[in-house]
């Protein structure tokens, strides 16, 4: 995984668990949501590019 695909990743994933902890702290289920699926986005980010490291490697 490149070190900036690597970053952005971790940057939306981090983003996303701020987002959802701020929707569960104020009550706002809206906000609460976004966090959890722009988690999940980089959760699917960072799997992708480590399914591509594994295939470059063998």
Known sequence: MS???KARA???QAIGR???K???AT???DKAGEG???EAKGNARQAKEKGK???KDE
């Open 3 to 5: 070190a900036a695909d």
């Open 10 to 12: 971790k940057a939306e």
């Open 18 to 20: 701020a987002k959802k």
């Open 22 to 24: 701020a929707g569960r």
């Open 27 to 29: 009550g706002d289920a």
């Open 36 to 38: 959890r699926l722009q």
């Open 53 to 55: 490291d594994v295939l």
